[in-house]
């Protein structure tokens, strides 16, 4: 059984930065796509980035130029960094893998940016 855990969220102040983790644990092999969703009150889960087994990435146009994805490979974790955080991050952060063809996804960890 897989699992997925995060850590890194918190209450930060506009401008500031955070670091979150997702870490996998269980059966895992052949870990394709690692990725971080988030969903604000009252909208649709958006994806925020992602980040493939060849490295290539994908980011959410609000996101772009102050986000970073990066995964460690031996350590089954992806991780986010978020730089020059705005008001309007504020959200649940899930982070989502596909391992072996099937998809999980943590339990999902609050940003809150206050302006």
């Known amino acids: 059984q897989v699992q997925l855990v995060e850590s890194g969220g918190g209450l930060v102040q506009a401008g500031g930065s955070l670091r979150l983790s997702c870490a996998a644990s269980?059966?895992?092999?052949?870990?394709?796509?690692m990725g971080w969703y988030r969903q604000a009150p009252g909208k649709m889960r958006e994806l925020a980035a992602r980040?493939?087994?060849?490295?290539?990435?994908n980011y959410g146009d609000s996101v772009k130029g102050r986000f970073t994805i990066s995964r460690d490979n031996a350590k089954n974790t992806v991780y986010l960094q978020m730089n020059s955080l705005k008001p309007e991050d504020t959200a649940v952060y899930y982070c989502?893998?596909?391992?072996?063809?099937?998809?999980?996804w943590g339990q999902g960890t609050q940003v809150t940016v206050s302006s």
């Open positions: 980040i493939f087994s060849g490295g290539s990435t």
């Open positions: 269980g059966s895992i092999w052949d870990i394709a796509g």
């Open positions: 989502r893998m596909t391992i072996a063809g099937y998809d999980y």
